[in-house]
């Protein structure tokens, strides 16, 4: 009697951790499959800011050489921005402390 009920706990614990590695890999499938899509979503929307922003483009050499920056962009990437609720953030500092 006592060997069938080792058995049967063994029985239970093995489907016990099959379930739990089941659920596990399960739910790393699914963080996988949702970073996945937000990459998508993003490369996508950053294609088409640069497709809107190359329609408008009337001189390519203009474009190509440097001069003509997208409206995208605010500035140089260093220095200091002002924000919209009035602070600012100094992006050299920033950069710079990433270092």
């Known amino acids: 009697m006592l060997i069938v009920v080792l058995l049967a706990m063994i029985m239970l614990s093995a489907l016990g951790v099959t379930l739990v590695l ?4 399960e739910t790393r499938i699914a963080a996988n499959f949702r970073v996945a899509e937000q990459t998508l979503y993003a490369a996508e929307a ?3 800011r640069a497709l809107t922003d190359l329609r408008g483009v009337t001189d390519w050499n203009a474009l190509l050489a440097g001069t003509i920056m997208s409206s995208f962009i605010d500035g140089p990437a260093s220095g200091v921005r002002r924000l919209d ?3 600012s953030v100094d992006l050299t500092r920033v950069e710079n402390s990433r270092a």
């Open 46 to 48: 950053g294609a088409e």
């Open 85 to 87: 609720d009035g602070s």
């Open 22 to 25: 089941t659920t596990t890999a």
